[in-house]
Nanobody
Framework: QVKLLESGGGLVQAGGSLRLSCAAS????????????MGWFRQAPGKEREGVAS???????SYGDSVMGRFTISKDSAKKTLYLQMTSLKPEDSAMYYC????????????????????WGLGTLVYVSS
């Protein structure tokens, strides 16, 4: 089973940028992430976990409305690493950010739905100061 480890979180001022990484380890089919649906989610205190961005095996990406145009998801399948480039950060982007992955989607819902994924990392904290 794949294991996911997020990194790159931290404290940044509003308007700044951060790049999150999610490194996969353990068994992955084909030795890469090429067959995986992968996503970034976030959860702020007192709020539900929400989908931020996702990328399908064919490279199709999806973004939540609140991050469209500011965040970019990318995947280096050979390096087994998922990235989230975040720009023009706002205080409301502050949250724990989680990486998720699955080779077989759970159900037929949106790839920005947390129910879509079987595998999760432990998260990395992002705090944006005003």
């Amino acid at each position: 089973q794949v294991k996911l480890l997020e990194s790159g979180g931290g404290l940044v001022q509003a308007g700044g940028s951060l790049r999150l990484s999610c490194a996969a380890s353990g068994y992955t089919p084909g030795g890469s992430l090429s067959r995986y649906y992968m996503g970034w989610f976030r959860q702020a205190p007192g709020k539900e976990r929400e989908g931020v961005a996702s990328v399908r095996p064919d490279g199709t990406t999806s973004y939540g409305d609140s991050v469209m145009g500011r965040f970019t998801i990318s995947k280096d399948s050979a390096k087994k690493t998922l990235y989230l480039q975040m720009t023009s950060l706002k205080p409301e982007d502050s949250a724990m950010y989680y990486c998720a992955a699955t080779t077989t989607p759970r159900g037929s819902g949106s790839s920005l739905d947390l129910k879509f994924y079987y595998n999760w990392g432990l998260g990395t904290l992002v705090y944006v100061s005003s």
